[in-house]
């Protein structure tokens, strides 16, 4: 009978083990995805209105990023400073742009200026603050500007 209430406890003891070690798994594979979720950026933070500097003029621009139904992003001019320049507004400047989560950055775009077509990248610096790379083959032979986040369009 001893050995019988021996068992009987030993199994119970066992049973309550694997009910812990099941519910620490279970909060920390639930931690690992909280922790995953806040600490990269995602693809669609990218989406906005920005404001930005013509490299070469100076002039004040609002350039709105979306997605278009193929997952890639594209920028397109919605506000100029310089009305001499209004027709612009509503062209696309970037196509094709496409998210990649490991670099945190919008790659393998394509930018026409002043009738030239680049390559191009886009990455967050900080928070609201964009990196803007054009290049012709290869990154280091380019150019980058930095765009700031803006809450609405302007009029």
């Known amino acids: 009978m001893v050995t019988c209430d021996f068992f009987v406890s030993l199994r119970r003891e066992t049973q309550r083990i694997f009910k812990?070690?099941?519910l620490l798994f279970i909060i920390l594979i639930a931690s690992m995805q909280i922790v995953a979720a806040f600490s990269q950026t995602k693809a669609d933070d990218i989406i906005g209105y920005y404001l930005a500097y013509d490299?070469?003029?100076?002039?004040?621009?609002?350039?709105?990023?979306?997605k278009t139904p193929e997952a890639k992003y594209e920028i397109k001019i919605v506000w100029v400073e310089n009305l001499?320049?209004?027709?612009?507004?509503?062209?696309?400047?970037?196509?094709?742009?496409t998210y990649d989560p490991k670099n945190?950055?919008?790659?393998?775009?394509?930018?026409?200026?002043?009738?030239?077509e680049y390559s191009t990248k886009i990455s967050f610096v900080e928070p609201g603050?964009?990196?803007v790379r054009g290049y012709l083959g290869i990154s280091l032979l380019g150019k980058s500007v930095y765009w700031t986040k803006e809450k609405e369009l302007r009029k």
Do not use: A, C
């Open 84 to 97: 001499t320049t209004s027709d612009h507004v509503g062209t696309v400047q970037f196509r094709n742009l």
């Open 20 to 22: 812990m070690k099941r």
């Open 104 to 116: 945190n950055e919008w790659i393998n775009g394509r930018v026409m200026y002043e009738g030239s």
């Open 129 to 131: 603050k964009l990196k």
């Open 55 to 66: 490299p070469k003029t100076g002039d004040k621009l609002q350039m709105e990023v979306y």
